[in-house]
């Protein structure tokens, strides 16, 4: 199938610095015996899932237009998703300006002919799946994440099993 016909696997996240990922991965590591990659680690802010050409090009156009300034989030909390047994860290207090900024895309999105998930928006980072005995715990010490930038990536499934790549990348810079 040639690249103007197949679909791309595609999301809109928070992509984390190198300092940060390491900080994530070194608490999947203690919370999981079979923790995510760290190269994997994001937060997803809105899945398009599988578009055309012409719809990745809507979204990268109307995405362009949104601004943010950076802001910091502080990552506290450990989660689970007891369903689908996955295991992640969030932040007890989101900030409003991430919040914001989900509210900001979805609504862009729209344009396109997205549908905004009607369930409420958690901001997590998963770090294990398939996890037998996940726990919930409250209080961890904070790993600070200051988001200067988000991303459109895409979710490619081969050989090696699911990998992630940055396709575009959105800087939040300070407005006077």
């Not at 362009?64 to 909390?77: A, K, L, R, V």
């Not at 989660?79 to 969030?90: H, K, N, P």
């Not at 979805?106 to 005995?133: D, M, S």
Request: charged fraction near 25%; charge should be positive.
């Amino acid at each position: 199938m040639n690249d103007e016909k197949r679909k791309h696997r595609l999301f809109l996240a928070l992509w984390p610095d190198d300092e940060t990922r390491a900080r994530l991965a070194e608490v999947a590591c203690e919370w999981s015996r079979r923790p995510i990659a760290a190269a994997s680690m994001h937060m997803t802010l809105h899945f398009l899932g599988a578009c055309t050409v012409e719809e990745q090009q809507c979204y990268t156009k109307v995405v362009s237009g949104i601004t943010c300034e950076p802001f910091e989030i502080n990552m506290d909390y450990l989660g689970v998703w007891r369903r689908a047994r996955i295991q992640w860290l969030g932040s007890s207090e989101p900030p409003a300006a991430l919040m914001g900024l989900v509210d900001r895309l979805g609504q862009a999105l729209t344009g396109c002919g997205y549908q905004i998930e009607k369930r409420p928006f958690v901001p997590h980072v998963t770090l294990a799946r398939n996890v037998k005995k996940p726990l919930v715990k409250v209080g961890l010490p904070a790993i600070r994440w200051v988001v200067r930038e988000f991303v459109l990536a895409e979710s490619i499934n081969d050989e090696r099993g699911v990998r992630y790549l940055v396709r575009t990348r959105w800087a939040c810079s300070v407005t006077d």
